[in-house]
């Protein structure tokens, strides 16, 4: 007789899950609480699916068990990913910071893929079917909210964080893992835009800069990144926030100060914006400040940064003191804002937290505390940097799982 496994969420891990699971002659169900399976995949990378990345290194990967997470990704990494979904068709393709995206750069693809694959091989897939609670009595007994009851072998729970609930994966995955006597840690949203203490986020609301952004918690220097950042009229945006994000949001809810120093130019330290601010006021003594720094910021910051520093816009370069230039070459490469908070789950794209890893084994994704109960993607203390880190971590966590489960009794 077949093993019957059941799949509580159809989403990247549960999509994989299912494909393994099927593939080794299980008979797989997905409950599905959405109308479709896969609804924030197709949200993601832009709606271009980043589905992992070049560089699938553990500093790239966040959570309270870093072997656990190493161990699961050298069982399935990253180019166990790439030949998967080669050979479901979609060829892979590499852009800006070793991101992976399919060729046809369209979410939609790998969607397709993942759902030709899971009928061809007769995969159960049940939708507007939410689970509201699971109980081990022998055979697992899966409670739906319509009122029906089903019976399994074996359980995977895939039912996603709490990022993007509309989704689908609005955070009710914990208390059921709770209920099975599994704990979580509290989840925070990661990857997500931060909002900023400033009078000037009216003036520079749509600015986008090539910069640094370096992340302080109570004064101490955290992380830095780099890339395009964008001003916005709640606070900041772009890679190199969300990059900082994790931290930030964790620092935030504990009560501690964040603070942001962001360098509006590349590449300069402030020393060096010091020496090149007094050769360029050589060559331009009767302009005015405010069209003395045209060409070397974005214009729309011009007066923001005027005003920030209190000087007058008006000033003739060669009376601008050397003090006043060291003033505007701090503010260029060190504009300094407290962190009041974060965009929420609404924004955020994956969720720092979840259930406690030391619980399930890494080698099988296994509950220790539940026989034949798997657990697979966000739900799971494990979540990633911006980059196909996320999705890598579904898909790994997803394999094992459906591989595992799958196993004769
Ligand atoms: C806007 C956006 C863009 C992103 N872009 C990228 C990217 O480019 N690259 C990357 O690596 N990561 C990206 N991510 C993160 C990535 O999409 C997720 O980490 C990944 O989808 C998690 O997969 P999962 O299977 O754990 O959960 P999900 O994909 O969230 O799937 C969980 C599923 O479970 C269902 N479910 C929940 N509860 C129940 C229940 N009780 N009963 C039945 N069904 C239930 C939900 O409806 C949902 O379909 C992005 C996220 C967002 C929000």
Partial sequence: MKNKIIIVGGGASGLMAAIVAARNGA????????????????????GRCNYT????????????DKA???????????????????????????EDNGKIYPLSFQASSVLDVLRYESDRLGVEVRVNC??????????????????????????????GGMAMPVSGSDGNGYPIAKSLGHKAIPATPSLVQLKLKSDKLKQINGTKVVGKASLFI?????????GDILFTDYGISGPPILQLSREAVIALEGS?????DVSIILNKSEEELLGYLEKRRGWMPEKRLEEFLIGMINKR???????????????????ISVDELRRIAHLLTCWSFDVIGHNGWGQAQTT??????????????????????????????????????????AWTSGYIAGNSASVKF
């Avoid at 169900?29 to 832009?46: F, M, Q």
């Avoid at 109570?218 to 780099?226: A, S």
């Avoid at 798997?374 to 999705?391: H, I, K, Q, S, T």
């Fill in 352 to 393: 720092a937290g979840g259930v406690l890893t030391k619980d399930i084994d890494p080698a099988t994704m296994e509950s220790k505390l539940v026989k034949g109960l798997y657990f697979a993607g966000e739900l799971l203390d494990v979540d990633g940097d911006c980059g196909g880190y996320n999705l890598q971590w």
């Fill in 68 to 94: 656990f997470i190493e161990k699961a990704l050298s069982i399935f990494g990253r180019d166990s990913v790439i030949d998967f979904f080669e050979h479901l068709g979609i060829a892979p393709a590499s």
């Fill in 27 to 46: 008979e797989v169900t997905i409950l599905e609480k959405n109308d479709r399976v896969g609804k924030k995949l197709l949200a993601t990378g832009n």
């Fill in 301 to 319: 910051l011009i007066i923001p940064v005027i005003k920030e520093l209190k000087l007058d816009k008006d000033k003739l370069t060669k009376d």
């Fill in 53 to 64: 990345n070049e560089d699938v290194r553990l500093v790239h990967f966040h959570g309270s």
């Fill in 256 to 260: 501690r100060r964040v603070r942001l």
């Fill in 218 to 226: 109570d004064g101490e220097l955290i992380k830095e990144d780099y």
């Fill in 130 to 159: 939410s689970v509201s609670k699971i109980a081990r009595d022998g055979k697992f007994k899966i409670y739906l909210k319509s009122g029906e009851n089903l019976t399994a072998d074996r359980v995977i729970l895939a039912t």
